[in-house]
Every structure is written in C-alpha cells, then in structure tokens.
C-alpha cells in the first residue's frame, strides 16, 4: 500500500507561482512512475505531468511544456510540482498519483489540492 498526501495548492493571482507537493508513505521504492492529474469543474480529470521515480524522467502535457516541472526528492519521499505564469484555466483540483503494482495504471491516488487562479 501507498498512501500520497497533497499540499501547497491556495489562491493565486494571474502570472504568480504555485509549488505543490506531495509526500509519500508505505511501499513507494516499489513504485516506478508517479505523476501530476488536475480536473476542473465541470471537466474530465486530465493529466499534468509524470516522473519516473528511480532515474527522473520526465514527460509533460504539450500545452504545460515550459510552464510547469515536475521533480522527485526519493530521500524525502516527496513529488513536486512547480507551476509558473498561472493563468485562470490552471484553476482545478490537483492529484497526485503513483504507478506501483502495474505498468499501466495508476494504482494509488491523493486527495487533491484545490488550485485557484484568479484575474
């Protein structure tokens, strides 16, 4: 079992920075990927980004490529997400989410942090 806990998501202005984060508890050295999820109201939950948690690969939405990076402290047990230049469509609740029992899915999920940018 994995247990993910989201924090750092609040209230930001158009154009500010945002850094998340999301730490880790049980059977994560057996975990291969974990990854950044976000759902807007009213829209379908969406992938963000991902990271492979043993060499740090990591591979992004093509519209957050450059605004957005995703990185992993395996010492603390902690996935990170900065985002800059928020905009207003950034708003959403984010996930985060780790791959361990299978190469396919994502297996174990957060709670989600509520990320709100206003203009």
């Known amino acids: 079992q994995v247990q993910l806990v989201e924090s750092g998501g609040g209230l930001v202005q158009v154009g500010g920075s945002l850094s998340l984060s999301c730490l880790a508890s049980?059977?994560?050295?057996?975990?291969?990927?974990m990854g950044w999820f976000r759902q807007a109201p009213g829209k379908d939950r969406e992938f963000v980004a991902r990271i492979t948690w043993s060499a740090g690969s990591t591979y992004y939405k093509d519209s957050l490529k450059g605004r957005f990076i995703i990185a992993r402290d395996n010492a603390k047990n902690t996935l990170y997400l900065q985002m800059n230049s928020l905009k207003p469509e950034d708003t959403a609740v984010y996930y985060c989410a780790a791959k361990c029992d299978s190469f396919d899915d994502y297996d174990y999920w957060g709670q989600g942090t509520q990320v709100t940018v206003s203009s």
């Open positions: 049980g059977r994560i050295s057996g975990c291969y990927v």
